[in-house]
């Protein structure tokens, strides 16, 4: 067997970004950039040689973000704000419009986990209004400008939990769930207009949160691994499992019938929480890019 030398993993990174640059360089947009995997997503893209336009609502974290990626040669433009304000999205499309932008990231998302009932209604519209609404929005306004140019890729973010009703986390799966099939449907329809769709589906996301919570997830991915992933696989494929024990699950409950496979999500969710109840659980969400809603109706989004 042949030995990898050292330098043979940058060599295949610097193939990897040439390929990237080529096809959808030289702007990126990245939502959710301020943490987790839209942040990964955003370091990734920076060192394959793009442009960032970084979006979240928290500026002190993207502002330093954009600092180290200039100081490694790229350019990075700023635009805080809340993805779900539609005035927001307009001053990002008037923002973007001079950029040649070919790759677009829609990260931002939070979930929640614990009973449906004893969420505050508030807190599952809101949800819905980023990971449904905000992301319609923008997938709209850029798959439109990326397919009048010719070209392009554009990457969504599902979930593991997204193949069926996720007890525990009902409502974040089906938004998930919405997501999936939205980017399942683009594959088909901007694929004869040269643009890309790639859905990845990320099992639990290490972010941090989970710990704070008091949460079990052992098999949780780094966001970096669902970053590469998802650059790897954009232009490529349509869909993407990141990480071997997601991808075992997601086999597994392929086989299952639908109903089976919503009850072992229950056990899978309840396994997750620690002594207390759920609604006084703060969580890290299956896949999101970042946020979090806490279940006791305070709130800390930090990746939008």
């Known amino acids: 067997m042949t030995a990898h030398r050292p330098d043979d993993a940058t060599a295949t990174r610097a193939v990897a970004g040439s390929r990237l640059r080529q096809r959808y360089g030289p702007w990126a947009v990245v939502t959710g950039a301020s943490d987790g995997i839209g942040r990964a997503c955003a370091v990734a893209l920076g060192a394959a040689g793009f442009n960032l336009v970084l979006v979240a609502r928290r500026e002190p974290e993207l502002e330093a973000l954009?600092?180290?990626?200039?100081?490694?040669?790229?350019?990075?433009?700023?635009?805080?704000?809340?993805?779900?304000?539609?005035?927001?999205?307009?001053?990002?499309?008037?923002?973007?419009?001079?950029?040649?932008?070919?790759?677009?990231?829609?990260?931002?998302?939070?979930?929640?986990?614990?009973?449906?009932?004893?969420?505050?209604?508030?807190?599952?519209?809101?949800?819905?209004?980023?990971?449904?609404?905000?992301?319609?929005?923008?997938?709209?306004?850029?798959?439109?400008?990326?397919?009048?140019?010719?070209?392009?890729?554009?990457?969504?973010?599902?979930?593991?939990?997204?193949?069926?009703?996720?007890?525990?986390?009902?409502?974040?799966?089906?938004?998930?769930?919405?997501?999936?099939?939205?980017?399942?449907?683009?594959?088909?329809?901007?694929?004869?207009?040269?643009?890309?769709?790639?859905?990845?589906?990320?099992?639990?996301?290490?972010?941090?949160f989970a710990d704070r919570a008091g949460m079990t997830m052992p098999s949780a991915a780094a966001p970096e691994v669902v970053a590469r992933a998802a650059l790897r696989s954009i232009g490529r494929r349509g869909s993407v499992v990141p990480g071997v024990r997601a991808r075992l699950l997601t086999f597994g409950l392929a086989l299952a019938p639908r109903r089976l496979r919503t009850r072992i999500m229950h056990r899978v969710m309840r396994g997750m929480l620690g002594p207390e109840?759920?609604?006084?659980?703060?969580?890290?969400?299956?896949?999101?890019?970042?946020?979090?809603?806490?279940?006791?109706?305070?709130?800390?989004?930090?990746?939008t």
């Open 66 to 208: 954009a600092a180290a990626l200039r100081s490694s040669g790229a350019e990075a433009l700023v635009v805080a704000g809340d993805v779900t304000d539609v005035r927001f999205t307009e001053r990002l499309a008037a923002t973007t419009a001079t950029l040649s932008v070919g790759l677009v990231v829609l990260a931002a998302g939070f979930g929640s986990l614990g009973a449906f009932v004893d969420r505050e209604l508030a807190d599952e519209v809101a949800m819905i209004e980023v990971n449904v609404v905000a992301v319609t929005r923008l997938a709209h306004l850029f798959a439109g400008r990326l397919a009048a140019q010719g070209c392009g890729g554009l990457v969504l973010f599902g979930s593991i939990v997204a193949g069926q009703g996720t007890p525990l986390q009902a409502n974040y799966a089906a938004t998930k769930a919405y997501v999936r099939s939205l980017g399942e449907a683009l594959s088909v329809e901007l694929r004869p207009h040269g643009v890309d769709v790639l859905v990845v589906s990320p099992g639990p996301v290490d972010t941090g």
């Open 277 to 303: 109840p759920p609604d006084q659980r703060a969580v890290a969400p299956s896949g999101s890019g970042g946020t979090v809603r806490p279940s006791s109706g305070t709130e800390s989004r930090p990746g």
